[in-house]
């Protein structure tokens, strides 16, 4: 089973705290993504990679970085937490030449920032 | 620019009752769909997805998804819903010009009563 996992369900920051959201996948997939879920919104693309330091910024990038020095973790970072940020955050992962085209996902992180 | 409309944000039905999600979807190229459903406090998990043959496809739990391409559409549809259907559902697109990125719907809200 391909697994997914995200260092945090649940988190609470204050404003301009810098933030780490950690995403670990085991399937050796090359692709993994950062989306936030916002209610009507759906899911909104912040950062993908599709390979160990390599980043391309998604639809929403404003106010986030990441990082991926290895292959299997991929970090969303928000350097000076603003309220606006306070969302559901899920990290997905997939192959990058699958004929299936799947993305799994981890069970996501709630951040509120206060 | 590729985008996902849910017509329906909100969707009550009651058990046993046939239910249809509304997707509908813009893309000036061919396109692979797919269907995404979230359990409460969960991840998204792949329910079906259509990337090429048959336009009608189905999940092993009793949804399936016709693929209508000349009215842009790829509504989901089940003859008799269970309680346990209860969940977010979200549509999604990846153009086969799009690498591999996905375009959300804001998602559906399908709330079965007993």
């Known amino acids: 089973d391909v697994k997914v996992t995200q260092s945090s369900r649940y988190l609470v920051k204050r404003t301009g705290e810098k933030v780490f959201l950690e995403c670990v996948q085991d399937?050796?997939?090359?692709?993994m993504f950062w989306y936030r879920q916002d209610p009507g919104l759906g899911l909104r693309l912040i950062y993908f990679?599709?390979?160990?330091?390599?980043?391309e910024k998604g639809d929403i990038p404003e106010g986030y970085s990441v990082s991926r020095e290895k292959k299997e973790r991929f970090s969303l970072i928000l350097e000076s937490a603003s309220t606006n940020q306070t969302s559901m955050y899920l990290c997905?992962?997939?192959?990058?030449?699958?004929?299936?085209?799947?993305?799994?996902f981890g069970p996501g992180t709630r951040l509120t920032v206060t | 620019a590729q985008s996902v409309t849910q017509l329906d944000s909100q969707v009550p039905v009651f058990e046993e009752a046939p239910v249809e999600l509304r997707c509908n979807y813009s893309?000036?190229?061919?396109?692979?769909l797919f269907w995404y459903v979230q359990y409460p406090n969960q991840g998204l998990q792949l329910l079906l997805k259509?990337?090429?043959?048959?336009?009608l496809v189905e999940s092993i739990n009793g949804f399936e998804a016709e693929f209508n391409k000349s009215q842009t559409s790829f509504h989901l549809r089940k003859p008799s819903v269970h309680i346990s259907d209860t969940a977010e559902y979200f549509c999604a697109v990846r153009s086969n010009n799009a690498g591999n990125m996905l375009t959300f719907g804001g998602g559906t809200r399908l709330m079965v009563k007993p």
């Open positions: 997905a992962s997939s192959f990058r030449n699958s004929g299936t085209h799947e993305q799994y």
């Open positions: 259509y990337l090429s043959g048959s336009t």
């Open positions: 893309s000036s190229v061919s396109v692979y």
């Open positions: 399937m050796d997939h090359e692709n």
């Open positions: 990679s599709y390979d160990v330091k390599m980043k």
